[in-house]
C-alpha cells in the first residue's frame, strides 16, 4: 500500500520489538520508509488520531481487552473513518466449526491465543473461534454503530466496522 500511495503515510503499531524492527527492514528494502512509520505500543495506546482507515489483522481476539481497543480505534478513526477487522473464519456456534479448519483453529485458540488474552489486562479471551456475531458485539460495545461482512476467505473474515 505504502509503494501504491505514496503521497501517503502508513503507520504501522505492534507491542512486539522484533516484529516493529522486521516491519522498518521490510519497508526500507522495499524502498517506502519514507511514508511508513513503525512504533512499538499497545493496541490501545497507539498515537495520532484523524485516521481514515485502521486495520488489525488477525490479532484482535488475542487481546486481553478487545473492547477497549475498539473503543480507542473509534476515537482515532475520522468521522468516516473505516476500521477493517481480519479475523479467522470461525462459525458462531461449536456446531460451526466441526470441521479440519475448525479444529486447527480450536487448537490454536487452546494453546495461544486464550492464553495470551488471559494473561493481559481484563483477559476477555476470545479466541480464534469467535465467530462473527461475538465479533460484532465486541465492535458495538467499542462504540461502532454498522458493523457488516465485507468478504471473507476460506481462512479468513473481513469485517468493515463504521462509526
Known amino acids: 500500500m ?3 500511495f505514496p503521497n501517503s503515510t502508513f503507520h504501522g503499531f505492534d507491542f512486539h ?11 526500507r528494502n522495499a524502498g517506502v520508509a519514507g511514508n511508513t512509520v513503525f512504533e512499538v505500543v499497545a493496541a490501545k495506546e497507539y498515537p495520532g488520531s484523524d485516521y481514515d482507515l485502521v486495520s488489525i489483522f488477525d490479532a484482535l481476539h488475542d487481546m486481553g481487552d478487545p473492547v477497549g481497543t475498539c473503543a480507542h480505534i473509534l476515537d ?3 468521522d468516516d473513518g473505516t476500521f477493517m477487522l481480519v479475523e479467522p473464519a470461525a462459525g458462531d456456534t461449536l456446531q460451526d466449526n ?3 479448519l475448525g479444529g486447527i483453529y480450536y487448537a490454536f485458540s487452546t494453546m495461544i491465543c486464550t492464553p495470551a ?3 493481559q489486562e481484563v483477559g476477555l479471551a476470545l479466541g480464534a473461534q469467535a465467530g462473527e456475531k461475538r465479533l460484532t458485539r465486541v465492535l458495538e460495545e467499542g462504540g461502532f454503530t ?5 468478504t471473507e476467505t476460506p481462512t479468513n473474515m473481513v469485517l468493515e466496522a463504521r462509526p
Do not use: D, G, M, N
Not at 146 to 150: F, G, I, L
Open 2 to 4: 505504502a509503494q501504491a
Open 17 to 27: 520489538e522484533p516484529y516493529i524492527e522486521h516491519a522498518r527492514e521490510r519497508a
Open 76 to 78: 482515532s478513526l475520522t
Open 98 to 100: 466441526l470441521h479440519e
Open 117 to 119: 488474552s488471559k494473561a
Open 146 to 150: 454498522r458493523v457488516r461482512r465485507a
